[in-house]
Each structure stands twice: as C-alpha cells, then as structure tokens.
C-alpha cells in the first residue's frame, strides 16, 4: 500500500518514474483540485490522505491503511454482499485503470482518497467491491 500523506510525498510519487503514468496523472489532478479549492497555508496533507493498492494488497490492508474496512457499512455493520449493503464511501468512479474511492471523514473536509488499480494481481473481492458500484468518469 502506497499512503501519502503530506504534500511533500504527493509531490514525490507524482515525480516518481517508476510509478504507474495514471496514478500519478491522478495524484497530480487531485492535489491541485483540493489545493485550488482551499486556503493557500493548508496543508495538502491536512486536507486529504491518499492511498494506492498494490499487487498482493488486499482488504487487510485497506483496512489498516484508512482505519477502518471499506467492505462493510460503517453504520449498521452490514457486509458487502448482502443485500443491504449501503457502502460508506462518498464517491467512487472509474477512471484511468483505478478506481478511485472518496471517503470523507470530518465536517471540515478531511478525507481519504482510496486508488485501486483495475487490474490483474488486485484482490478479487476488493475489485469485485469496486466493480459493483462504480460509475465511469
């Protein structure tokens, strides 16, 4: 699991070559948007943490990444799979082979940004999560 959480790590994996071109054109358009939307001396890092599943990352380590398990709903404890499973993310869409899941914490804003590669090597249930309730951009 790759998490960022400050500006200045952002900034390094949008600049790293080894990282796959569509996370980090992702990273790059999110950073700006929230940096154009808020006060210039805020932090990136107060406003948002970003996290990428890797090959072999699965929804243990999703978990311990944000806190808390992206496959059952933080109000009523139902799991993915059931009917009635209501997921606790704000957003989630498809766009440049990731799924990008959005998950706002605070009344202030804060939030998590969860990126999950569309792509063979990803856990099958956290795809199959993403798959299920996306939308495309």
Same mark, same amino acid.
């Given at each position: ?7 200045? !790590?952002?900034?390094? *994996? @949008? ?15 999110? !950073? ?7 006060? #210039? ?5 107060? =406003? !948002? ?14 978990? *311990? ?11 009523? $404890? ?7 499973? @209501? ?23 804060? $939030?998590?940004?969860? =990126?999950? #590669?569309?792509?063979? $090597?990803?856990? #099958?249930?956290? =795809? ?10």
């Amino acid at each position: 699991m790759l998490s960022l959480t400050t500006r200045a !790590a952002v900034e390094a *994996a @949008i600049q790293n070559t080894s990282l796959d071109p569509g996370l980090r054109d992702l990273l790059a358009i999110r !950073a700006t948007q929230l940096e154009g939307d808020t006060e #210039p001396d805020i932090e990136l890092g107060d =406003l !948002a943490h970003f996290h990428a599943v890797e090959a072999g990352d699965g929804l243990t380590e999703v978990k *311990a990444a944000l806190g808390f398990a992206v496959d059952i709903n933080l109000v009523d $404890g139902i799991a993915f799979g059931h009917p009635n499973f @209501i997921p606790s993310w704000e957003w989630i869409e498809h766009r440049v082979g990731y799924f990008e899941l959005a998950f706002v914490l605070s009344d202030d804003g804060f $939030g998590h940004i969860l =990126l999950v #590669p569309d792509q063979l $090597g990803i856990d #099958p249930r956290l =795809l199959a999560l993403c798959r299920s309730h996306r939308t495309t951009a």
